[in-house]
Structures are given as C-alpha cells and as structure tokens.
C-alpha cells in the first residue's frame, strides 16, 4: 500500500534532517579539537618550549609600537605578550590549548604583570573589529586570519608577524603550507604603511617578520 501524502512528506522531512546531521559531522570532527589536545600534550610540561624570552625582532622594535591595547593571537606560553605587559600595554592573548595560557600566566606573575587570556580557537572565531592599537601574531599561519587582523586594529595601530618562511626548508622537515612565501607579508599588507620588514636567515633558521601600521584615516 502507497503511503499517505502527509506520512511520505514526514518520512521525507526525516531523511533531509539525516542529510543535515550527516553533512555537519565534519565540522564537528574538524582538526580544531585535535590542535588543542595535541597543543595541550605539548605544554603539559614545566619547561617553556618556546622560552621565556620574547623574539628579538619585538624587543628591538617595542619603542615603534603605539601603547594601548595589545592583541598576542597564539599566545602560546606568552614570552611575547608578558614581554608587552612588561612594556606598559594592556594585554588580550588568545590560544587554543588552555594548558599554554596557564603557562603564560606563571610566566606574567614571575614578570609581576597581569594579562588577560581566553582560551580560543582561531579558526572558528571572529576578532573584534577597531579595537586594539597592536595585533601580535607570532609562528602561528593561518592566512584567514590577516583580514581580520586588519580590522580588528584601531587606524593607525600596527600589526607585528613573524614566522618561519620557505627558506626555513634547508634546515627542518616543515609543511610548507605553514610557511611563508618571499615578500608574502609585503603583498599582505600592502594597504598598511610598512614599518619594518625582514626575511631572515641565519643558517639554522628563516623567518619573515613585519610591523605594518594600518592607515590613520581608515
Ligand atoms: C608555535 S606555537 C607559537 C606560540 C607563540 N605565538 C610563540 O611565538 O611563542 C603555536 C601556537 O598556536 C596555537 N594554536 C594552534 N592552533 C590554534 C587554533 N586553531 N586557535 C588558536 N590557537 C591555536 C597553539 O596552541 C600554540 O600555542
């Protein structure tokens, strides 16, 4: 026996909420979880993996950086952004791995400053736009990202990048993915005022780094 027109109608209606359900299953076992577990692993030590020193090309350029409110995107353990602390800014670090940020603030109270942290996934997260005078970014590529970087600074606020580029291949196993392209960072931030720029190599290791200042008047 055929079916009633409104039973076969429900019966359709289920199979497209199936359909549905079976189409987010991805997104909901994206890599996302997996980075934080993996990252959490990472930390769950005493040592700093990263140091508690901040990268030299923030220490020599710290006097460029207009004061106010600091973004550390991928804080990680906070060498850099309790560096900033230090230097009087007001510091917003966000990461993945909660084990990282709980690093970063032992490593702010030995520092005796404070930071503000918030356990985040990157890929799944919109930054507030207009809203901090410096946006750090380091050994942390997501190119999504550079949009919102952009926006989230307040005009006249500058954006500080650094990580390893193509060149870091002669001295590691990398994805290259995660690398940076020469004179990438130019092209990124070819609408912001460049402040610095350096592809560097020292023969164990190639990095770029960038302080672009986005416009006064945008
Ligand atoms: C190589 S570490 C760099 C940490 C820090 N920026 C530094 O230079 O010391 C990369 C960082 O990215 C974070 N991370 C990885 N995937 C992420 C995601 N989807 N959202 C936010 N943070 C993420 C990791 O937890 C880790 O702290």
Redesign the pocket.
Known sequence: MLPYPDTLLRGIGRNLFLLACLALIPSLIS??PR??S???R??ATEEF???TQP?RFLVENVHLLPKGRAL?????????GVYLATQGFDVVG????LK?LNKAHLLAKHNNVKIETRV??????QLEKNTYDVV?????L?RNLFDQIKNALKPGGMALI?TYNIDYLRYANFSRKYLLEPNELLEIFKDFKIIRYQAYDDGKEAYSSIIAQKPKGN
């Open positions: 890599a996302a980075d934080q993996r990252w959490d990472k930390y993996l990263f140091g990268i550390d995107l991928a804080m990680g353990e906070g060498r850099n966000l990461d993945i791995s990282g985040v996934d990157l890929e799944n997260h750090l970014c380091t050994y942390y997501q650094e």
